[in-house]
């Protein structure tokens, strides 16, 4: 079980390496360089769009007191995304870009939500539901008679 991170790295490298090697032979290496570059700067850009519209949307709800679970959820979408889009390789830029396509996300956020759980606290803000009522007798500690007797307990 430890040894299925390297295997996975290995594999993931391999596969690059081999796509990489094929598409330079169709292309050309410098035209394959380009493009391992222009995706990259595309894919940030993009993730970086959404990830504004994303946020602004997490405020909003947070704004109408509703759940952001699924705004946090393709959060975690966007920045898996754009790591591997920071990548270089075909491999991880098309699951990159995968991972920004809304059915794919939506898909992922269905699996995801029943494990995730949103709290704020009560003093999350002012109107958040918990108002408390009453009044109150502020008195000296002096006039607090102590009982120590064990036989008389209520």
């Known amino acids: ?5 390297l295997v996975i790295l290995f594999v ?8 990489f090697i094929q598409v330079a032979h169709v292309i050309g290496v410098l035209f394959t360089l380009l493009l391992v ?6 894919g940030v850009s993009l993730v970086k769009n959404q990830g504004m519209k994303n946020f ?3 405020q909003e709800k947070l704004a109408r007191n509703e ?3 699924r705004e946090m959820i393709k959060s975690v979408s966007l920045i898996i ?5 920071l990548l270089p390789g075909f491999l991880t830029d098309f699951l990159g870009l995968l991972l920004l396509l809304p059915p794919v996300q939506k898909h992922l ?3 995801l939500m029943p494990h995730l759980r ?3 606290g009560p003093g999350a803000r002012p109107d958040s539901g918990y108002t408390m009522d009453g009044e109150f007798e502020r008195k000296n500690s002096d006039g607090i008679e102590y009982k120590d007797d064990p036989n008389d307990r209520e």
Do not use: D, H
Request: aromatic share 14%.
């Open 37 to 42: 570059i222009f995706t990259s700067c595309v």
């Open 67 to 69: 759940s952001p679970a």
């Open 1 to 5: 079980m430890r040894w299925l991170p």
């Open 118 to 120: 949103v709290w704020r």
């Open 109 to 111: 956020t269905l699996k």
């Open 56 to 58: 602004m949307m997490m």
């Open 12 to 19: 993931l490298a391999w596969v690059e390496i081999s796509l």
């Open 81 to 85: 995304s754009g790591f591997l889009l």
